[in-house]
Each structure stands twice: as structure tokens, then as C-alpha cells.
T-cell receptor
């Protein structure tokens, strides 16, 4: 079983609909992230959370909201979906931010991705 | 903002060596990562550099020069399964956070 699980894996919806993407993890990490990936643009950070009571905007948070329901769960919502939100969405987790010790990289662990199409 | 550049596409022959370069201009640099991503799949961690020099891990090595804002990923003895996108990501310390910013990725095609 995957350590970071996203649902749904694929979703087609219409403009104006509300959509929620869910992410759960069994890695025991405090830090969770939502990224979107578009061809030619790479991965861009939408929101991140360092613990249950901490929510922060990333590079491209407009049109999105998030909820950290528990340490293991972080959901992303599109209140009113629009076509330019068509993308591949990834949830990720990490442990400590990392530092000078190579062994403590603070790398991101990604879920399998949720492909969202807004018509 | 962060500026991370890497070539869009590369092609190399099975069994050969390929070097994928990444240059960056950031403030608050706190480490550089390389990830591998097969089409339609999640990125997976390959390597991490925070100090200057070369880190070797089997067929994969990664180099960092902080003064030049430059890194490369070296793949040796290429295999067909190495065909994938390779993402360069820089960790930046700003306002107490340590977040990763990604380049657009280099799509590597390995040919027989």
C-alpha cells in the first residue's frame, strides 16, 4: 500500500462545480503539501501545512482552499472549478525541514497524483 | 521569486553516460534535490546536495556548486527504464518555511 494516498485518482467535472481532492498518509509526517503540475510549468506549490493548526499559502493559492483534518489528512478544495484548473495534482509529505546533515534531507514523498479535468 | 533552469529534453543511448544540468538563482538557498518522474507517475527522490561537491549513489551522482548556482545529475550505464523526466528542485528558507521550488523538468529519452 502507498504511504501517501490520494483520492480520486481521476476526475472530470464541469465549470462551476465544487471539487475536493483528499490526501492521507501513513508516514507520520507533520508537514503536508499540495502541488499542481502543468506541462511546461513544472510543479507549483498551492498550499502547505506544518501541523494541524498551521495552514499557509503557496505560490498559486487563488481559487483553492485546504483543510488539515488531522495529522494524516490534508484535503484540497476548488470551490468553483474553472478550466484552467485542469492539471495533475500531487499531495506530498515531509519530515523535518532538513539541515546540514546529509542523512536528514527533509525530502518530499509524493502521492500517486489526481488528474483533474474541468470542462 | 526563484529562477530554476534545466534543459527541456535530452536523448541518450543505452549504456552511455548523460549529464543533466540545472542552474538556479534563489535567495535563502538550503539544499538542492533531484527527482525522477515517469510519465503519469509521482516524482521519486533521487539525490540531495546541500554542500558543494559530488554525491554518488550507484549509477546516479549529483554535483553542487553553491557559488555558481549550478548542479548536475549524472546517470551512468543508461538503461531503457531511465527514460523519464528529471526534476531539479531547490529548497529555500523564507519566513520560517523551507519549501521546495521545482524546475520545469528535463525529459530524458534513452534509445537502443
Amino acid at each position: 500500500d502507498a504511504d501517501v494516498t490520494q483520492t480520486p485518482r481521476n476526475r472530470i467535472t464541469k465549470t462551476g462545480k465544487r471539487i475536493m481532492l483528499e490526501c492521507s498518509q501513513t508516514k507520520g509526517h507533520d508537514r503536508m503539501y499540495w502541488y499542481r503540475q502543468d506541462p511546461g510549468l513544472g510543479l507549483r506549490l498551492i498550499y502547505y501545512s506544518f501541523d494541524v493548526k498551521d495552514i499557509n499559502k503557496g505560490e498559486i493559492s487563488d481559487g483553492y482552499s485546504v483543510s488539515r483534518q488531522a495529522q494524516a489528512k490534508f484535503s484540497l478544495s476548488l470551490e468553483s472549478a474553472i478550466p484552467n484548473q485542469t492539471a495533475l495534482y500531487f499531495c506530498a509529505t515531509s519530515d523535518l525541514a532538513g539541515g546540514k546533515a546529509v542523512a536528514n534531507t527533509g525530502e518530499l514523498f509524493f502521492g500517486e497524483g489526481s488528474r483533474l479535468t474541468v470542462l | 521569486g526563484q529562477n530554476i533552469d534545466q534543459p527541456t529534453e535530452m536523448t541518450a543511448t543505452e549504456g552511455a553516460i548523460v549529464q543533466i544540468n540545472c542552474t538556479y538563482q534563489t535567495s535563502g538557498f538550503n539544499g538542492l534535490f533531484w527527482y525522477q518522474q515517469h510519465a503519469g507517475e509521482a516524482p521519486t527522490f533521487l539525490s540531495y546536495n546541500v554542500l558543494d561537491g559530488l554525491e554518488e549513489k550507484g549509477r546516479f551522482s549529483s554535483f553542487l556548486s553553491r557559488s555558481k548556482g549550478y548542479s548536475y545529475l549524472l546517470l551512468k550505464e543508461l538503461q531503457m527504464k531511465d527514460s523519464a523526466s528529471y526534476l531539479c528542485a531547490v529548497r529555500v528558507t523564507t519566513t520560517g518555511a523551507n519549501n521546495l521550488f521545482f524546475g520545469t523538468g528535463t525529459r530524458l529519452t534513452v534509445i537502443p
